[in-house]
C-alpha cells in the first residue's frame, strides 16, 4: 500500500516493481500497438509479420524482434494501430495465399481502414522475389505507404511516373532476388547436410516405415544438443507388424498378385499403417489395406537395411512469377540418383537379393481362357503428343502398345490413336541403347530399365 496526496492506492506486486523502477505502464507492456488514433499529424500504421516455421521458431519471439524493428523504423512518424502475423507461412505463398496478409489486402479496400500505412521488420518477412513490385500499385491505389527498414523509410512513390524512384526499385529489386537467394541457399545445405547424413546411416528423421519403430540410440553428437538432452533415433524392427512386412515379400516371391495379398490382409483384419499407427498417419483416413500401400511397402529399399535418401523430390521452381501459384509436384527419382548410406544402417527385414528379385516382378493378367500375356515394356512407354502412359495392346497374337489420347470427349482435334507393335518398339530401343544385334528383347528392356 502506497500513499499519495492523502489517497490510498492498492498496488500489484508488478505495479510496486515498476513504479520503483521508475517506468511507465508503456514501457512494460512490450512494443506499443493497437492503440488507436495516432497522434496529430503522425500516421497510423498496420503492422505486417511472418515466421515460416512454427516448429523450429518462436512465433511469440519473432513477432517480438519484428515488432521492435518497425517500432524503431516509425518512431517519432506515427503508431502501430493493427497487426498482421501470419505463422507457418513460405516468404514464397503470394498474399492472397497467406490467411493475415489476404486480411490485410482486404482491409485496403474499407474507407473505414485504421491505417494510412503499412510497415515490415524485415524486407524477407513480407515478400520475396518481385512481390513487392507487383503490389506497391495495389498499395498506391488506395494511397497506403509501405515502410521498409532496408529504405529507412517508406518506399518512394512521389514521382510523376508513380513509380519509385531508381534508387528505391533498385533496391527493392536487389532485395527480392536476395530474398529468394536465401531460400535457395538454405535449400542447397540441407539437402547437403542429409546427404552427408545419409552416407554416415543416421536416421533423418520422419515416420518409421511400416514394419520399424523409433527406438533411442544414444546422445546426440553435438555438444549442445547432447547437454540439452536430445539424442538420436534409429530403426528397430516391431514385432506387431514386421511378421506382416516379412509374408509381403515372401508371397509376392512366390508369385502371389498384389490384389490377392491384399485381399488376405483385409479378410485377415490386420491392421494396415494407418490403423496401427493412427497417432503417425493423421494425414490418412483409410482403415484397409489398398494395392498403393503394399507396393509402397515392397518398393522401399530400406527394408533392406540400408539408409536410403533421394528417392523423391519436391519440385520448386524458383523462377515461376510471385503472383502465380506454385502447385506442389512430388516426383519420384531414378535409381542412380538415390544416396545410399556407406554401412547397413539398421536390422533388415529382407535380403538384398530378394528385395531386387520382387522389384523385377511384373504383373501378368491372363485373359479369358486363363492364357498368361506378357508386355515387356508395360509402364514404360508415354505418348509423345500427350503425355499419357501408353495402354498394353494384345493384337493379333502380338503385344502392343496404343495411346488414343482421351482426356475428354473425342473431336476433331484430337490426334489419331497411335499404336506400335513391342518387335519394333523393342528393336528400335536396341539401335538407340547400340546393343549387338542378337540380343535377346529381355536384355533390351532390362537395358532400358
Known sequence: MVVWKSAVVVLSGRDVLTDWMGLRAEDWTGVRCDQGPAPTGGLRFAFYGRT????HQDPVTSRAWQLEVAQELIAGHGTITTTF???GRSRRDRWRDRPQAADLQAALRDPDRTFDAIVVGEYERGFAGDQLERLLALFRRHGVQVWLPEAGGPVDLATPEHRATPEHRALVRMLGAQSLREVVRDRHRAMAA????TEEGRYLGGRAPYGYRLVEAGPH???AGARRGRNVTRLEPDPQTTPTVRWLFTERLAGRSIGNMVEILNQRRTPCPTEHDPARNTHRAGRRWTAETVTTILRNPRY??????????VDHDHTTPSDQRR???TKRKPAHQWVLSRQRAHTPLVGEHDFVAVQRIRAQRPNRRGEAREYLLAGLLRCG???RRMESRWVHGRPGYRCRHLRGPRTEATPPTLYFREEQLITRIGHTLHLPAAASPRLAVDALR
Open 85 to 87: 502475423f501470419d505463422a
Open 52 to 55: 515460416s516455421t512454427t516448429e
Open 304 to 313: 533392406t537395411g540400408w539408409q536410403v535418401w533421394n528417392r523423391q523430390s
Open 385 to 387: 503428343a500427350c503425355g
Open 194 to 197: 542429409m546427404r552427408a547424413l
Open 221 to 223: 553428437p553435438q555438444p
Open 327 to 329: 502447385h506442389r509436384m
